[in-house]
């Protein structure tokens, strides 16, 4: 009789082990957004930015260009754009407000490695010379 009942123990405990262990999972699938209280659709959900991020190229929405790689590559000469811009005015103020996704699109053929129009660029390349860029203005300001 003592193996029943120690059986059912090592059940209850077993069971009581996975609610334990699934209560984490629950709490994670609540997805946090910007405004939790509303019906905001998954896709719409944002992150609030905080302030150093306040003067980054934001993601190119998905109406920019049918690719993520070609969104990617629009965003890196953005942020080229306005890295030249701060080096050549010599100002360290955020120059993000002064561009536009035109701005970047129109730039395409100076950034330009193919002829392929799903792969115009190289991204990776862009983004080293962004962040080149970005430290140079980095650099100039701290002095």
Known sequence: MSMIHSLASVRALGLAALVVSALPCAALAQTPSTNPSGD?????????????????????SADLAETAYLRNGYRAILRILIAEEALASETCTCLLDQFTWDQALDALPRFQTSDNPRLPFKVLDLYAQADALEAQVVEACAE
Do not use: H, S, Y
């Open 40 to 60: 905001t659709p998954f896709n719409a959900m944002a992150i609030a930015r905080d302030e150093a991020d306040a003067c980054r190229a934001p993601k190119a």
